[in-house]
C-alpha cells in the first residue's frame, strides 16, 4: 500500500506542474485582462499598460510562470489582482463557507441515495424499483441552475420561506445555527437533488449485480436470513464503486458547486472561482485550479485506500 501511495504521489507532481501551465497560459491568452476589470472598458491605454507593468503582466509568460512557481515553492500563491489580498488567506476564507454547505449538502445526499439505492437495487425489476429509476432519472437531467432558480422563485419569493442566497458573517457574535441554517438550506437542497440520482443509481446497480452472484446463493442455501446476506456480504462489495465515485467528488466537495454557488450568491469558492474568472483575476484562478487538481489527486488516493479496506485482495496498477 506504501509503495501504491508513492507512486501516485510521485506521478501526480508531474500531473499538477502541466495542469497549472496549462491554466496559466489559457487564463493569461483570453482578451482583455485585469487592468479593464479594474478601470472599465473605457480605460486609456496609458492606464492599462500602467498597471500591467505594476503587475508584471507585459513580462513574457514563461517569466511570469516561473515567477509565479518560484512564490508557490516559498509558500505563497501571490496576491489577488483585483483586492489586493493574499490569494491563500481569500482561498481559506472561501473555502470554510464552501466546506459547510458541501458537508451537509453531502450527508443529505449520502442519508437518501443510500436508502434510495438499496430499494432500487433489491427491487430492481418490480415496480417500486421502477418507479425509484423513473425518479432518479427524472432527478438527474435536470440542470442544477434550473433546480436553484426554481427554488428560489418557490420556497423564498413565493412562500417567503428561506433566503434566497448568500450568507451572513459566520463570525459574528449574533448568528444562531438557525439563522446558519436558513441560508444553507435552498443551496444544500439543490446540491442534494442533484448529487443523490447519480450515487442511489451507482449503489443501485452494484446491489443489483451483487445479489445475482454466486456467494449470495451459497449464503441463502446455508439458511443466512435476507438481511444478513444484504448487509453483511452484499453492501460490502456494492459499496466500492460508490467510494469510488465519492472519490472523483471531493474536488467538488471543496471546490465548491460554482453553479449553485453562483445561483444563490452564496460565497464560497465556486463563486469565487466565477467572479476571478470575469475579472481575470490571474492569481486567484491558478490557486483555485492548483487547488482542485491537489483534491482530484488526494481524492483518487483516498478511493483506492478505502477500496482496498474493502476488499484485500484489489490491485493497483
Known sequence: MLRVVRARLGSAGLSLLILTLLAFVMSHLTPGGPAYSILGPAARPDTVAAINHEFGLDLPIWRQY?????????????SSYLSNQPVGAMLLSYEANTILLQLVALTASLAIAFGLGLLHGVFHARRLGRLIGTVELGL?????FFVGTLLILWVSMGLGWLPAGGLEDL????????????HLALPAATITLFTVPALSRYLAQSVHEELGRDYVRSAAARGASPGRILFRHVLRNALRPVVTLLGLSLPTIFAGGIVTETVFSYPGLGWLLWQSAIGQDYPVLIGIVLVIGVLTVLGNLLADLVNGLLDPRTSYA
Open 66 to 78: 516561473l515567477r509565479w512557481l518560484w512564490q508557490l515553492a516559498h509558500g505563497r500563491l501571490g
Open 171 to 182: 463570525r459574528l457574535q449574533h448568528q444562531t445555527p438557525g439563522s446558519i441554517l436558513s
Open 140 to 144: 438527474f437531467a435536470l440542470p442544477s
